[in-house]
């Protein structure tokens, strides 16, 4: 019996270990910076140490970019309204959690 319950006790860090996890502040500089993320049909996002961040959708576009708290935030001139995000991480694979709960990931290109 005591076997039986330490087998389940492990399984819960097995699945998990398999799951994307939330990144602190910390995490979010050290997976972004200096780093290009690809989201698929040709569209890209670099995220300089200056904490400058160039996107391309067939066109280019520059905003600025900085980790607050616990989240990774982002503004694109003209706007100067900042929008930030929760990051999480499986692998190579970053998602970007609004507060909906909708995701945005993105794979780090080569």
């Known amino acids: 019996m005591r076997r ?23 995490e979010i500089l050290a997976a972004l910076t ?20 160039q996107y391309y ?7 600025r970019w900085a980790v607050r708290g616990d989240q990774y935030c982002s503004v694109w ?5 900042w929008a930030c995000y929760d990051v999480q991480q499986k692998d190579d694979v970053i998602w970007f959690v609004d507060d909906s709960g909708g995701t945005t990931d993105g794979t780090y290109a080569e």
């Open 4 to 26: 039986f319950a330490l087998i389940l006790a492990l399984c819960p860090g097995i699945l998990a270990a398999d799951e994307f996890r939330t990144l602190t502040g910390d």
């Open 77 to 81: 001139p003209p706007s100067d309204l």
């Open 34 to 53: 200096g780093q290009k993320l690809d989201y698929g049909g040709g569209v890209w996002q670099t995220f300089e140490d200056t904490m400058l961040t």
């Open 57 to 63: 959708s067939g066109r280019p576009s520059s905003g």
